[in-house]
C-alpha cells in the first residue's frame, strides 16, 4: 500500500508544491487538527497518517481514537506537529483519503445498525474505487460490515452471465466443482424460486437471490435456510434494509456503501508559530 | 495510465478469476451491451476500452456516443465483442471506472447548466479519488465544467494557513511573486472583504472567495470585478450554485463534483453463444 | 508475467551479451530446434516464447505440441527462425524456464499416472519457487494434477500452529467461520483420528491428514468419507502414492511436485547461414 | 533483492492470509524454531530473515550459524520471535527459499568434497532459477564451489553456435578480441583435440572442454595446462567428477548445482503463548 | 528521486562489484575525502550522501560547506568513514553527480555575478539531463540563478511552432486564455517589435525575445516595461549576458547552464586501514 | 531502456503539456525537420524515435544518416509527420537527447581522428551521465572510440585505493586472481615504472598508467609492450592525445568525453498546415 501512497502524494506534488515552498521557510513548525463538522464513523488513519510520514518522517501524528468510532461534531480525531511544509503539502492527500474512507464507514454504521438483532449481516461488494478495495473494505468493517471475497481469486460467484455460457445452472456448479480448488465454496446467482430449487439440486454452497421481492426471499428462506447460505442484493438501501434482513436471508450485500458513499467534509485547522 | 489500469485490474484478480476459468472455455465467444437505467451524461470510455484490451487485445468495443453526450435510460453506450472468459473478467473493473466517471459528468452537466447566462465558469477541486485525478478532472470537462490546477505544481494558491505561517497576506504576496515562477499567477484565499482589499493591494491576481455570503460576493464583485479573478467557494450545491454565479463572480469551485458524486448504475447483458 | 520475464532476461543480459554483440552481425539470420534427449511432458511454451519475443518482436517460434504431451526424444519440441543475435542471447533464459517446468511437468504426469482408477486426485502445494508459482502450477495442470489453493488468500487452511494459537481445533473452525469471507471453506490439519472426529465435529469442511500412516488413513476413509472432504499429505511419492490414493482419500498433495522435480535436459540446435 | 522479496511474499499473501488474520489475535506472540530431518548445509539466511523483517520489522530473528555451515538432523538453524501473525504468513515464503538454497549447498558441498585435493575447482552455470541468480550462486559458494560468470555481460564464452554463425573458432576469437572490451577474457568450447588446438592458436585465453572424454581430457591437459585454462563441462555428477578432476583440467562446471539440487525439508514449529 | 538513484548505483554495480568484492573483506574500514583542483561553487550534496547511504546506511557523511557555497581547490568538500566495500564501490557514480552538479552551479554563479546590479534575473531552461532535471534546476538556484517553469505543465509558454498552428498570436493567445486553468499566466515567443506589439495587444502576461539585438530589446524595453514581463534568450553567454541584462529585460535565459556546464574535476582520497 | 525514456518523457509533461492541450486541436497535423547549426557527428536516434514513438505511434520518423555520419550545418538529421500535438510536447525531451549525444559523438570523433595511425585506440570511462550510460557508451562508438568496462561487473580495475586497503599491488593481484571469476582480465592502476614492474611480476594481464609523463609512458611501453596491456589516463585532451597516443601504449582513456562534451545546438522546425 505505501507505494501506492506515495504515487497518489507525487500525483498531487508533481513536480513540487510551489506555493509552499516559495513563502514556508523550512525550518518552521506549527500544530494542527482535524474534524469534522457532521456526526461520523471515523476510518482512514492509517493511509492519513502513512502520507504525512512519507513526507516527514519526524511529524508526530496522534489519533485519539481508533478507525470504526463514532465520533461528535468538532472532536478532534487527528493531531498533528511537525514542519509546515509537510503539513500544507500532505494535507489534500491525506484528507482525501480520511473524507472518502469516513464517508464509507459513516453509511455502513447506519446500515448495519438499521438491521441489528436480525441475524443477518451486512456485505459489501466488488465496487470500489480501483487500486482501493483493500482500504474501502477495511472501512466497511470500521462500519460494522463485513467483507464478501475481496476479488475474484478468493471466491467462485457465479452469475447470470456465466450461466447463459454454460446453458445452465446444473452445468455450472458442475464445471466450477469439476475445476476450482477444493478450498472454495460454489456460490451462483438466482433470480427465482425455480433457480434456486436447481442450484441446490446443483450441489451449490450458496446462492445470490438478485432483486427478489420481500415474499420471494420468505419463500427463499423456507425453502433453503440452513441447506445453502442465502445472500441477498439489489434495491438494498437503508429504508429497506430492515425489511430484507427480516425475511431471514444469512447476508445482505450493498454496493452503494462503497461506490455512493458522500465524503465526510473534514477540516484541517493550523496554529503556527511564525518564521 | 496504463500501468495504473494494469493494476486495478490486477487488484480485482488477484491469482485469477477461478469461477470464469473454471467453467468457461478458453475458447467461447460472446457479445454484450453496457446501459444505465437512468438518464446520464456518459464518461470513462478511455478506461473501459482499455481494460478489455489490456485482458484481450483482440475484444472490439464499440463506443457509439462520445464522453461528455447526455445518454437516455437503456440506451447502449458500449458494445462488446469477444472472449467470454476477458469480458466476465474485465467486467466490475471496467464498469467501477464507467460508473464513477459518469456519475461525476453528470453532476457537473446539472450544476453547468444551472449557472448557464451567469458568465460564470464551475470549477473543481483537488478533492479528487487518489491517482485517478487525472480522469476525474477529465470527466468534469465531460459534463460542461473547467479544471482549476491539477495539482500542486501548476498553480499558486495562498490559503488560510499560509497567511497564519506568513504574518500578513501581504508578505505571502510578496514571497511567492519572489521565489516561484514567473509563469504562474498569484491567488490568495480571503474571507472578509478586509483581506480582499488587502489581497488587492499586495498584488495578487486572483482571489479565492471562501464561504462569503452573497452579499459580501455582491461588494467583492464591485470592488474587484476586471482587476482580479475572482472564485467563489465554500456551500455551492444545485441549490445555491445559480445566486452564487448571478453575483458575478469570475469562477464558481465544487469539491462534491469529484468528492460526493452518486455513481451511475451500469448494467452489463451478455449475448453468448453456448460452448 | 511480462515484467517478470523482463527482468528474467535481463538478469542474464546484464549490460549487454557481450559475446554475442562482438562476434556475430546484427542482421544474420538461422534456425534452431529444441529437443530433449529422454522422454518428458513438456510444459513453459508460454514463457520460452515470450521470452524471445521480448528481445525481438520478428523471431518466430512454432510449437508442435500442446503444453502437457509426451514427447519422446529426440523429437523437436520447438523451432525458431530469426535473428542470430535475439536467438543466442535468450536461449539459456527461455531454457532455464522450459526445463524446469517440463521437469515439475513430468514428475506430475508419473505421480498421477500411479493413481489412475483410484478416484483420488493428485495436489500440489505452495512449495515453489518464489515468483513463478502461477508457472509452476500451470506445470503441474499440464502434467495431470490438480492444483491447492493458489496462496494465503483464497482458502483457509488452519495448521498445527494455528491451532497451538487458539488453543483447539474447535476454536479454530469457530473463530475462522465467525471472522472469514463465507465463499471460503474451512480446511484444518489434524495429526490422529481423535483430532479428526474433533474436525468434523466442530463443522471444518475439509481435513488434511498430516503424515498418517495406511491404517490410519482407512479408518479416517471410514469415519469421514463423503461428510468431508479428506486430503492425504507427508510421505507421498512414486513409490507410497498408490497405496495412500487407495485408501480412499480424497486428494493426495505432494510438495515434491513443485520443489525438488529434477530439470529435463534440454538442448537448442541453430542451423545458421553464414554471416 | 528486497524488492524481489517483497514480490515474492506478495505473490503467497495476495489480498490476504486469510487463515491467520480471521484466527489469530494480532497482538498474539510466539517463538520458534527451523531445523532439518537431514544432514545439509545452510544457504539462504538473508532471504528468510529479509521475508520475516518485510512482515515485521520487529521480529527478532537468530542465525546461530552462519551460512555455509555444516548442520546435522533436529539441529535448530533459525530461531524467531514476534508477533504470531506474521510469523505464520511469512513462514512458507521464508521456507521456500531456505529448503532450495540449502539444497544447492548440499549438492555443492558435496561435489566439491569429492575432488578435494585435485587442483581442480568447481564451477556453477547459468542453469538457475529466473531472478534468483544472485542468491543461487551465493550458495553455491556456501558449498564450497566457485562461480562462473554471473551473466551475458562479464564474460566472453563462444560456443557451438556462435562458431557455426561465424564460420570457424579462428574468425569467433578474432571478433571478439576486436569489438569486446580488454578487461574480459575470451573462453571458448571446443569439442575435440583439433578444435582445442585451433582455439589456442588463435589466441583464446580459456577453452572450455565439452562432452570429452577422461582420455580427451587427458591429451587436453598434456598440450594445452598452463597456457590456457581448462573447464571441463558435460556429465558432470557426484560419480564421476572426481576422475573429471584427477585428469588436471583447472575448472569442472555443472549444471545439476542450481537446476536440480533437492530441496531440503526444512521444519518451522511454534511455541506459541495462547490468546 | 531515491528511486532513480537506487536505480543509478544499479546502472554501475550490474551483478556485483567484482574487484571490491574479491580483494577488499567485508569489515575493512577507512575514511575519505573528497576535493576539487579548481575553485568552484559545490552542488549535489544531497545525491552524494544517498549513494553511500542506500549501499549501507552506517556509513557516515559529513558536508562541511551548504550547497552553493564558493570552495577553494584542494579544500575538503565531503568527508566519509565507514566501510570500504561501500565507499569504493559507490565512489563513482556519487561523483558523477557531484561533479557535474557543481559543474552547473560554477557556470551559474559565473553568469550570475556577471549581470549583479542590473535588476534582470538569470533563467534556465528545459534542456536538462533526462530525469534529473530537478536536482540541475536546484543547481542552478545554488549557483544564485532561478528556474524558469519546471516543465510542460506549470507554464504556458507559445513558442514559434504553436503559433504557425493557430495562425496568429492573437488566436494562440485567446485559446490559451480560454482553455487553460485560470491559475497560469499566458507566455509568447516573438521574433520582432511587431510581434511584440501583437502579444501585448492579445493580452500575452509575458514575452520572450528570442534572439533580439541589443538594440531591439533596448526598444522592446521602451515599449513593454512594467506592462509585461520581459525575458530574453537567445546567444546568451559570459561574454554577452551583462549587456543583455542592462538593456532593462526582467529576465535573460540561457540553455547553456545545464546543457553544456564542464564538470568540476573531484578527486577521492581514502586513508585505509589496513585489512 | 523504454522505461526510462517513458519516465523522462513524463518529468517534462507532468500533469499535461497545457500550452499545447489548450492551444492545438487534436487531429491537426504537421512535418517538421531537425537540423544543426554547426557541423557534428550524428548520435542519439533511437532515443529521440522512441520519445515520439511514446506519444503517438502512428508518428512517421525519417532518419536519413546513420548514427556515426558527420553532417554538415543546415542539413536535415530527423524528418517528423505526425500530429502537432505530439510533435510539440515530445520536442524538447528528444532534443535533449540528441543533442548530448551527438556532442558525445562529435568530441569523441574528433580525438579518434587526432590519433588515426597511431594504433591506439581511443576509451571512454565511467563518468557518464547516471541511467543513461548505456547511450552514453553507444555514442562514444558512433564517433570512432572503443568502450572500457561498462560497469564494476564487467572488468577488475585495481585503483590506488583498494591497494592502500590490501597492503600492496602484489597482494591486490592475488586475491582478484583467487576470487573472481576466471573469465575477467585484471588490471591494476600504477603511478610510477616501479609500480608497473611489481604490477607485471604479480601476473595483471593490463595496466592502467596514471598521469603518467610522456617519457614515462614512453619507458613504460619499452618495458611491457605486448607482455601486458598498457593504458594511459589523466591529462588526455585534444591537444595531447595524439603525443600520448604516439608513446605505444594500447589505449588512452579520457572521461571528458562523457563527462564534458558541449551539446550540439540543434532546432526542430515545422510546417504546419493550419488547424
Redesign the interface.
Known sequence: MTD??R??LL??????????????PAD?R?S?VVFGREPFVVSGSKPFRKIFELLDPEIRIDCPFPDGERIEPNVVVFRLEGR?RA???G???A???A??LS?IATLTRKMADAIIGTGCRLLDT?????????LEKEAVRHGGGR?????????????D??I????SIRE?VR??R????????V?IEVENIDQLNEAMASGA??VLLDNFTLDMLKEAVEIAKDRV?L?ASGGVNLQTVRAIAETGV??VSCG?LT??A??IDLT?????T??
Open positions: 501506492l501512497l504515487l497518489a500525483e498531487d506534488i508533481g513536480s513540487g508544491d510551489v506555493t509552499t515552498l516559495s513563502i514556508i518552521q506549527a494542527a509546515v503539513l500544507l503539502t494535507e489534500r492527500t484528507l482525501n483519503f473524507q472518502r464517508g466488488r465496487k470500489t474505487s480501483p487500486l482501493w478495495r483493500s467483507n464478501h471475497r475481496f476479488g475474484l481469486a478468493d471466491g467462485i460467484l457465479i452469475k452471465n456465466h447463459a455460457a454454460t446453458g455450472s464445471r466450477a469439476e475445476n476450482a480448488p477444493h478450498t472454495l465454496r456460490e454452497d450458496a447460505i445472500e444469512d447476508f452503494a461506490h455512493s458522500r465524503a484541517m485547522e493550523f496554529s503556527v511564525q518564521g
